[in-house]
């Protein structure tokens, strides 16, 4: 190879690396405003309260929630929804945000206020060590809620409210975090946690 052609070659090379740099950049910028974007709206669901639906209405017809977010505090906090969904019993509206609209938010609105509500398609950043196979096999049963808030954080995805059929409990949620623990298969676990009057009820690891 000659002198100059040594020299054009080092100019594409380097060319090529400086053209990659900025692409990685721009990729890992484009990631960092979609994480922002869905984390905006996951800490504006934590903003959503239930309403309780266990008050029985006038001659005992219906349930009338007391309480809880409106349809139109809703949508002050989280913003015009993405679609509705119509429903016997009410409304879903649906929010979305990040890449491909992957976060969702659902609010389900029954005779005004909110009765459940949704978050998934969602994971902190948070370090590897903060949830361990070995912190969730110490969680035992009727552990307080804000317990497990302060040892793992918020939770990724939550289900909370009034879908359990007909009996319905205000003060009951799913709870999901999505871990760094690997199984066999090298594919990373999700635990979830039932949560009961502010309480753990039950606990699950799938892979």
């Known amino acids: ?63 009338y929630g007391k309480g809880g977010t409106t349809l139109k505090q809703a949508k002050k906090i989280l913003g015009k929804p993405k679609s509705v969904e119509k429903e016997d019993k009410g409304k879903t509206y649906i929010w979305q945000a990040g890449k491909d609209y992957s976060m969702v938010v659902e609010v389900q609105i029954v005779h005004g206020r909110a009765r459940y509500k949704l978050t998934q398609g969602f994971k ?37 409210g009034g879908f359990w059929s007909q009996w319905y409990h205000k003060n009951r949620q799913e709870i999901y975090y999505k871990t760094d623990i690997q199984g066999k298969h090298e594919s990373n676990a999700t635990i979830t946690l039932s949560i009961v009057d502010n309480k753990l009820f039950k606990k699950e690891i799938s892979y």
């Open 124 to 160: 902190y950043r948070r370090p590897k060590d903060k949830i361990t196979l070995q912190k969730y096999k110490k969680l035992p049963r009727g552990l307080g809620y804000q317990k497990i808030i302060n040892e793992f954080g918020k939770p990724d995805e939550v289900i909370s």
């Open 1 to 63: 190879m000659t002198k100059f052609n040594h020299k054009v070659y080092f100019i594409i090379l380097l060319l090529s690396i400086l053209t990659l740099t900025n692409a990685c950049a721009n990729n890992n910028a484009k990631d960092d405003d979609d994480y922002q974007e869905c984390l905006k709206l996951r800490q504006k669901f934590d903003q959503i309260k239930l309403a309780d639906f266990t008050q029985i209405g006038k001659n005992h017809v219906g349930i």
